[in-house]
């Protein structure tokens, strides 16, 4: 894989990455108590779920704004997905094993999900790294 393929791949994914931030960020702004005790929460707090939809704007729309960007502000971006992906995927493990919430579906779905972006950072990240040191 060539830098510019690398740089295409990595726009479709951005865009998918800002797509699916955004659809979950709404309802966790506007209507937080609704949407997670729609998906099995048994308890919210609307502040800390405000403050996750923050992050999920933040991260989204810089992918939406950053998808045109060199391969080297990409590694950037990745690193700050990484970091992101894993710590959530933290958070859900101690969540769960904690049983805080009575494990609903919904929080082993965001798990599953934050595990498959997680890798496919990773997966990217070391291809920047690859493509960089040739």
Avoid at 24 to 33: K, N, V
Avoid at 61 to 79: C, P, W, Y
């Amino acid at each position: 894989m060539d830098r510019e393929q690398l740089r295409k791949q990595l726009k479709v994914w951005f865009i998918i990455h800002f797509a699916a931030d955004i659809l979950t960020a709404l309802p966790l702004m506007i209507l937080p108590t609704v949407f997670l005790t729609g998906l099995g929460w048994t308890a919210v707090d609307p502040v800390a779920s405000r403050i996750c939809a923050a992050a999920l704007f933040g991260i989204g729309i810089e992918s939406l704004l950053g998808r045109n960007s060199d391969v080297q502000t990409f590694k950037a971006m990745l690193n700050l997905k990484i970091i992101w992906s894993f710590t959530a995927v933290v958070g859900f493990i101690i969540d769960l094993a904690a049983r805080t919430h009575g494990n609903p579906p919904a929080l082993w779905a965001f798990l599953v999900i934050f595990v498959l972006f997680h890798i496919l950072w990773v997966y990217y990240r070391v291809k920047i790294h690859t493509i960089s040191t040739r």
